[in-house]
């Protein structure tokens, strides 16, 4: 399981390539949604000629399921799709992308109605995710007490685990995904 932070607002950190290049570490943290809209002379704090220092790269993030550098505009595209979701549902879908079982749609961006087709919810642990999911269907209604005392849901509930990915919530207990 992959445990993440709880801040869901995602910020990265940008930096002049050319700076870089020459020994020098100019950049600072924006919002990850406008970081395709920043400027070099915004990223420098002054005007900047033209031709000079316009390549920008991401090389830090926080709150977004990427490993590694990428460019402005990549980071703000996934940004602005995390944007789409409210609040309580943005640390499951960025957990959800951390896994890597996510699904594209056709602009190649993580599938919104896909997750939320998947997502299970937030629960304590999957142990009770299993209990809930058992009461719902009726697992044993029709087993006689004298039966039902005898299943084994330990190995039901690890059974059951194989059809799910689970990743632990960042505020405690785990989100809980269908695998399709």
Same mark, same amino acid.
């Given at each position: ?31 990850? #949604? ?19 220092? #316009? ?6 993030? #926080? ?77 044993l209604d029709d087993v006689p007490d004298h039966v039902s005392r005898y299943f084994d ?28």
């Amino acid at each position: 399981m992959t445990t993440l932070a709880s801040d869901t607002t995602p910020q990265v950190w940008l930096g002049c390539l050319e700076c870089s290049s020459n020994g020098l570490l100019v950049g600072g943290w924006y919002a990850a #949604e406008s970081a395709d809209l920043v400027t070099s002379s915004a990223l420098h704090g002054q005007p900047i000629t033209a031709g000079t220092h #316009e390549e920008m790269w991401v090389g830090d993030h #926080e709150g977004l399921p990427t490993r590694g550098e990428s460019s402005p505009a990549e980071v703000a595209r996934l940004a602005r799709r995390i944007a789409e979701l409210g609040e309580a549902q943005r640390a499951a879908f960025v957990a959800w992308i951390a896994t890597g079982g996510f699904v594209v749609d056709r602009d190649g961006l993580p599938c919104v109605a896909e997750f939320e087709e998947r997502f299970c919810g937030t629960w304590g642990s999957f142990g009770e995710y299993a209990e809930q999911l058992a009461d719902d269907i009726g697992l044993l209604d029709d087993v006689p007490d004298h039966v039902s005392r005898y299943f084994d849901w330990d190995a039901w509930t690890r059974d059951l685990e194989f059809d799910y990915t689970v990743e632990t919530a960042p505020d405690g207990g785990v989100f809980v995904f269908r695998v399709m």
